[in-house]
């Protein structure tokens, strides 16, 4: 037989249970025999009328799993970049940002039994169990009052239990509820890389609004399985201002157009630069180096002539810091001792190379007019 | 076995790693992206001219005009006479009055070709396109030679200077013009002795088209 059966009780006020205690519901103190009722409640806990805080995974959103009282969820492996294979866990999405990407998803939080219908809640939160990486991994959330869809609605979550995260300002109870979860994976080099394993436990906990008695509390660990953070490189080309277009696509392309030794009406992006026995066609270009949790916070970048034109002694491709006439050396065409460009760029960094093409002005039998093409590879090392 | 499928799966994945686009890649230390080039060469010709250096002779400038026309020579103040002086140079009438005066000066032409299998025939020529107005008591004229060297015989007098055909080109640089190389050649203005309601005064001008062929 149920104890709110046998010990009816008129006084509604909640019991004010400290946050982090197991105590999931109100407890009614009363006229007689309270201490007794105390001891039934203890005993028989699923009689009572219990205000459940419970998280659910939304349509889109990460799975949750309940683990006893609690829940456990993971975003899975991650990187700073965002690049494969950080495709993360189903229903976290990935918002590549200029210092690092976010791990966003949704799920739901309600709030059931107990609370009168005119009663709301409000829900905090904060890392109870931070990351053990905190420089690495950091924990973000998005409150209900926000579209959790867009990063730019992320911010940290608190890390300390006495300035929480407001992650809903007010619910009623039985009204499933959507907030933005996430780790921001910033870019992170030096001597707080990182690159392994980690987990971190959120806590909620819902607190009446008006009279702010907590109510319940539950975490979710982020956990099963821990969360892998990888390291990450990337090398990116791009047009520099009004120079010569360089296209993305297998990885990118760059179209001189025509040329002739003679420099006569370079297309648009290029200047011409004096050169003996020809002359060089010149355009400046952007190397884009990124990477994250390296424990060296600069990388080298080379290039070599992968494939040089079938005409090589005709076009030759060639490399210079400045643009300037007579700064042009030929890139390499042995990929095992490639061209050193620099040997200190530093993470999200933009280095502005000038890539020249020489045209020779050799005449007679080995002369050739059409189209040629050759291949740069260029290669990002982060030591 | 469900477990051992899962995980297999999941280093199946983790090997993959390195296997996307060659702009990015994690777990990895080193990336490597490319990029394709492509030109199209074409053959290319250049023909240029430039004040002449020959020794012991004035020289009137060659002053590129940067349009239409190319260039510009200006020859000064001539006369049937030889009486004024001009730019540059001038041979005076053998005899005033009958014969005619010439005024002239010494250019450079730089013929440059580039990427031409073919070349071995390649020329220069010149002609008069626009030529003085009528009655043409000034012309144009250049020296006689028409060899291919580099540099020809300096006039030492209306002897060696004839004509510039109007009506087509003729060969200021024979067969064999090699690239590169530059061309002295003398080029004047003749001024005849005639007399007519018509003759021409003043500021008066011709146009030369200079044509380099490589073949």
């Known amino acids: ?383 | 076995m469900k477990r051992i499928t899962l995980t297999i799966a999941t280093m199946a994945l983790m090997m993959a790693s390195t296997a996307f686009a060659a702009t990015q890649a994690a777990n990895v230390a080193t990336v490597s992206p490319t990029m394709n080039m492509s030109a199209t060469i074409q053959k290319a010709v250049s023909l240029t001219l430039s004040t002449g250096a020959t020794a012991g002779i004035s020289h009137c400038t060659v002053t590129a005009a940067g349009g239409s026309p190319d260039y510009s020579l200006d020859f000064g103040t001539v006369d049937a006479l030889g009486i004024n002086a001009g730019n540059c140079n001038k041979f005076n009438p053998a005899a005033a009055g009958v014969n005619d005066a010439i005024y002239w000066s010494d250019y450079q032409l730089l013929p440059v070709y580039t990427t031409h299998k073919v070349f071995a025939g390649t020329t220069v020529t010149a002609q008069v396109t626009t030529d003085f107005a009528a009655p043409h008591n000034v012309f144009i004229v250049r020296d006689t030679s028409s060899s291919n060297a580099a540099t020809v015989t300096t006039p030492s007098g209306v002897g060696n200077f004839t004509a510039l055909s109007t009506a087509s080109a003729d060969t200021i640089g024979a067969s064999g013009v090699v690239s590169g190389t530059a061309l002295t050649r003398f080029l004047g203005v003749e001024v005849t002795p005639a007399n007519a309601a018509n003759v021409l005064q003043g500021v008066q001008t011709a146009t030369v088209t200079f044509t380099l062929t490589v073949q």
Not at chain 1, 19 to 39: E, K, M, N, Y
Not at chain 1, 144 to 171: D, K, R
Request: hydrophobic share 40%; proline share 5%.
């Open chain 1, 1 to 383: 037989m149920s104890p709110n059966r046998l010990h009816q009780h008129t006084n509604t006020a909640p019991f004010a249970a400290a946050p982090g205690s197991r105590w999931r519901g109100f407890v009614r103190s009363g006229d007689c025999g309270t201490l007794l009722l105390f001891i039934l409640f203890l005993c028989v806990p699923a009689a009572r009328a219990a205000t459940d805080l419970n998280l659910t995974a939304t349509a889109t959103g990460v799975a949750i799993t309940p683990s006893g009282a609690n829940y456990q969820s993971s975003f899975g492996t991650l990187n700073a970049l965002g690049v494969p294979p950080a495709v993360p866990t189903t229903g976290v999405s990935i918002a590549i940002l200029s210092n690092g990407a976010l791990y966003f998803t949704t799920l739901n939080i309600d709030i059931s039994g107990g609370l009168s219908g005119a009663q709301t809640v409000n829900v905090t939160a904060y890392a109870s169990t931070n990351f053990g990486h905190p420089a690495a991994l950091i924990v973000d959330s998005c409150p209900s009052t926000s579209s959790c869809t867009a990063a730019a609605n992320f911010a940290a979550m608190s890390t300390n239990v006495g300035g929480q995260t407001t992650v809903i300002p007010s619910m009623g109870k039985n009204t499933p509820t959507q907030i933005g979860l996430a780790i921001f994976v910033p870019d992170n080099n030096g001597g707080t890389a990182f690159a392994g394993s980690d987990s971190a436990t959120i806590t909620f906990n819902a607190n009446i609004n008006g009279s702010g008695t907590f109510v319940d509390t539950v975490s979710l660990s982020l956990n099963s399985p821990t969360e892998t953070l990888q390291t990450a490189v990337q090398l990116n080309l791009a047009t520099h201002g009004s120079g010569l277009a360089v296209t993305a696509g297998s990885d990118y392309s760059m179209t001189f157009g025509n040329v002739n030794a003679l420099g006569i009406g370079p297309g648009a992006g290029l200047t011409t630069v004096a050169q003996a026995g020809g002359i060089i066609y010149s355009t400046p270009y952007d190397l884009l180096p990124a990477f994250s949790d390296m424990s060296s916070t600069s990388a080298s970048i080379s290039v070599c002539a992968s494939m040089p034109f079938t005409h090589s002694t005709i076009l030759v491709l060639e490399d210079s810091s400045t643009g300037a006439g007579g700064s042009f050396s030929n890139v390499s065409t042995n990929c095992g001792a490639a061209t050193a460009l620099t040997s200190s760029a530093g993470d999200r960094s933009t280095i502005t190379r000038y890539l020249g093409l020489f045209v020779s002005n050799i005449n007679g039998l080995t002369a050739y007019t059409g189209a040629d093409t050759a291949t740069l590879k260029y290669t990002l090392t982060v030591p």
